[in-house]
C-alpha cells in the first residue's frame, strides 16, 4: 500500500451534538412540485462534472458504479447503479441541509469500487445490488474500505434470485463474514431517531392504490440486515424487499405515502451519523 494510501481515512471526526436535527420534512398535495434535473444540479451544473478531486463538503455521498450480472455495464440514461438518480439525491441531500447541522454537498460522487478516491468518502450508497457483479479487483479494494472504517448501504432489491446475486458479489468481498438480521438494541436504530418499526418502505412501482387505502406489494417481508466486524461495527447496511431511494425520490409526491417517506429520511439520517461517528 502507498503511503499516500496510507494517509487516507475513511473514519470522520463528527460530534453528535453537531447532527440535532429539527422536524422531519413533511410532503403534502399542496406543496407537491417534482424537482427538474436543472434543479437539481444547480445552475450550470451536469452529471459531467462529478468527478471532485476530494469531497466537496463535510458530508458528500458515494454512489457505487458497478456492471450488472452479466459483467457488462449497463448503458443508457439510468444503469442499474443510477437507479433513482439525480432526484433521491436531489431530496435527502436537501433534508439533510435541514435537519441536520452538516455542510452537505448537493449531489453524489459516482465511483467504481478499484477507485482509490473511494477512501475518501465514509458513506457509500449501491442501489438495485441483484444486478450487480464486482471483478476480484473491485471486491479486494470494497474489502478493505469497509474494514477500514467504510459503510456501505446496499438498496432496493427483491426477491430470492436477486438476494442470490447480491450475495455472489458481497462473500467474495467479506467471505468470512455472516448476513444477520439487524437487532433492535443495535445503535444504527438509535444513533438519532429510534428505528423500532418494521413499515416496509416500497418503490413507487410497487404501490397499489384502493378506493380508501394505499398498499404496498411486495416480493416478501422486509428485512434491515447486515454485517459486523470484529469490533462489533456495522460495515455493510441491507436494505432488502425494500426501497430507500424511491422513498427519497417520491419525497414531494402527494401518490407517495408520507409515512414511508418520513420513515426513509429517518433510516438515510441515522445511516449517515452512524457512518461518520463510528
Not at 85 to 100: D, M, S, V
Not at 151 to 166: A, I, P, R, T
Not at 251 to 270: H, K, Q, S, V
Request: one cysteine or more.
Amino acid at each position: 500500500m502507498s503511503s499516500k494510501r496510507q494517509r487516507r481515512s475513511v473514519i470522520v471526526a463528527l460530534s453528535a451534538s453537531a447532527l440535532a436535527a429539527a422536524a422531519l420534512i413533511q410532503s403534502s398535495p399542496a406543496m407537491a412540485q417534482r424537482y427538474s434535473s436543472s434543479y437539481c444540479f444547480g445552475p450550470g451544473q451536469t452529471s459531467t462534472d462529478n468527478d471532485p478531486p476530494q469531497p466537496e463538503a463535510e458530508f458528500h455521498m458515494a454512489r457505487l458504479m458497478y456492471a450488472d450480472a452479466s459483467g457488462r455495464v449497463r448503458g443508457g440514461w439510468r444503469p442499474w447503479w443510477a437507479i433513482d438518480w439525480p432526484e433521491a439525491e436531489c431530496h435527502i441531500t436537501r433534508g439533510l441541509q435541514r435537519l441536520t447541522r452538516l455542510d452537505v454537498a448537493d449531489d453524489s460522487f459516482h465511483t467504481r469500487a478499484f477507485d482509490e478516491r473511494l477512501f475518501d468518502f465514509p458513506w457509500l450508497f449501491a442501489q438495485q445490488v441483484g444486478h450487480w457483479y464486482l471483478s476480484d479487483a473491485e471486491a479486494a479494494q470494497l474489502r478493505e474500505y469497509l474494514l477500514r472504517g467504510g459503510f456501505l448501504v446496499v438498496d432496493d432489491f427483491h426477491g430470492e434470485y436477486e438476494w442470490s446475486v447480491f450475495t455472489e458479489s458481497i462473500f467474495r468481498v467479506l467471505p468470512d463474514r455472516q448476513i444477520v438480521e439487524i437487532p433492535e438494541t443495535d445503535p444504527l436504530l438509535h444513533i438519532l431517531y429510534d428505528l423500532d418499526q418494521r413499515t416496509q418502505i416500497p418503490g413507487h412501482r410497487h404501490l397499489r392504490w384502493g378506493a380508501s387505502n394505499v398498499a404496498a406489494r411486495m416480493q416478501g417481508p422486509p428485512h434491515w440486515r447486515g454485517i459486523y466486524d470484529d469490533a462489533g461495527r456495522l460495515m455493510v447496511a441491507i436494505n432488502f424487499n425494500m426501497d430507500m431511494g424511491d422513498a427519497w425520490e417520491h419525497a414531494d409526491d402527494p401518490t407517495y405515502p408520507e409515512p414511508m417517506t418520513a420513515l426513509a429520511y429517518r433510516f438515510g439520517i441515522n445511516y449517515i451519523i452512524y457512518a461518520m461517528t463510528h
